[in-house]
Nanobody, 116 residues
Framework: QVQLVESGGGLVQPGGSLRLSCVAS????????MGWYRQAPGGKQREWVA????????NYADSVKGRFTISRDNAKNTVYLQMNSLKPEDTAVYYC?????????WGRGTQVTVSL
């Protein structure tokens, strides 16, 4: 059974930083591109944030480019999202999944709140 477990969220002031982690089942991690996604409050649709291939190539949404960095540790089956210069509009529940996402793999996510 595939499991994706996100952690590292919290409350941070604007301009602050957080590092998110996602531990994945080994059966999917080694061969898949992995991505981070987020869903802002107020009924907004979940959106793609960043992805990283099994070889380490990365892509970012324009809204986070230059502020967020995605990375992965294949030995630990873990993908990270380093978030710097956080803005209130980054407030959301953050999820990891394969890229493209598999509907059956969504986890519970981790809440990130950027506020004074």
């Amino acid at each position: 059974q595939v499991q994706l477990v996100e952690s590292g969220g919290g409350l941070v002031q604007p301009g602050g930083s957080l590092r998110l982690s996602c531990v994945a089942s080994g059966s999917i991690f080694s061969i898949n591109a992995m991505g981070w996604y987020r869903q802002a409050p107020g009924g907004k649709q979940r959106e793609w944030v960043a992805d990283i291939t099994s070889g380490g190539s990365t892509n970012y949404a324009d809204s986070v480019k230059g502020r967020f960095t995605i990375s992965r540790d294949n030995a630990k089956n873990t993908v990270y999202l380093q978030m710097n210069s956080l803005k209130p509009e980054d407030t959301a529940v953050y999820y990891c999944n394969t890229d493209p996402p598999d509907l059956g793999y969504w986890g519970r996510g981790t809440q990130v709140t950027v506020s004074l």
